[in-house]
């Protein structure tokens, strides 16, 4: 008895999760690439700006359709914070970053944040110890970054490179600085329209500084491949990739759908150089592991803290 070859195939709810997985981690990590595409035409806070109004735009009309409220003042006034921290210097700088820097250096850079979160914790609320397995991971952390960046420093490179690393680096700081607050504060809103409302708010910041700086070029000005990879940036960036990601978070294990943030700037790395001409080294490609591991040992001993608290409140309720 033969097979119905005309029967299609049905993917279980786990396997459909495991190609959202897929898709967040190749596709957030060719928009760092689209990004570094989008800023050879025009300013990095214009394209910030142009991208987070329309991506922010189309979220807030979703969830307007769908009965939400508007929020109430005290709530804008955390939403346009936080939109401060999180899209204007975190996401804008990042932008600005790739008009000097490689944009796998730069996805290294941001994959950092959570060391930062760390060592941010540790000094202001003394709530992390950091023991020898933590310590591993924030050296293998910082030094991986280290063996990168002297391998694109003293190989070559465009006029501004500090420039591009300090301001990666207030990026990834500013992400780190956002993620503390949003753990530690709830505001009663469905998080993906508080982004919605943080990415419009933080657009009309970004064009403002742009018109008052003069950095940025008329509308009718900007090219056909930074008008491109905004449309990238927005439609499978903001929209595609994020359902995907939502997904992905509802059906695996958290530590399973986090791995994203580990392929991310691997694939911005391999696209980078076959997209955009950035230069790919054995020695950069060593020293992105050595980062990405060194992050993965932080994001365990932080998990393993946390579980040991626990256990500790549980046995102290007994």
Known sequence: MTADLRKPITLTTKQKAYLALTCTSIVWGTTWVASKIAVQGMPGLQVAGIRQLTGGSILI??????????????????????????????????????????????????????????????VLYKNNKIGLFTFTGLFLGIG????????????????????????????????????????????????????????????????????????????????????AAIAYLVIAGSLISFAAFIYSMKHLEPSIAALYAYINPIVAIIVGSLLVGEKLTLTILAGSLITLAGVYIVNQSLKKQKKNIQLIDDADGV
């Open 61 to 122: 009309s979703f969830f307007l359709l769908k009965g939400q409220k508007i929020p109430t003042l005290t709530q804008f006034g955390w939403l346009i914070g936080m939109g401060i921290l999180m899209f204007v210097c975190s996401n804008g700088l990042a932008l600005v970053s790739l008009q000097y820097i490689p944009s796998g250096l730069s996805a290294l850079i941001t994959a950092l944040y959570p060391l930062c979160v760390v060592l941010i914790e540790l």
């Open 144 to 227: 991986g970054i280290v063996i990168v960046f002297y391998d694109n420093a003293f190989h070559g490179h465009a006029e501004g490179y500090g420039f591009g690393i300090f301001t990666a680096i207030i990026s990834m700081i500013a992400w780190a600085i956002a993620t503390i607050i949003i753990a530690r504060k709830k505001i009663g809103m469905n998080p993906y329209n508080a982004t919605g409302w943080q990415m419009f708010t933080s657009s009309i910041i970004l064009l403002g500084i742009t018109r008052i700086s003069g950095n940025h070029i008329p509308i009718s000005q900007i090219p056909f491949q930074s008008w």
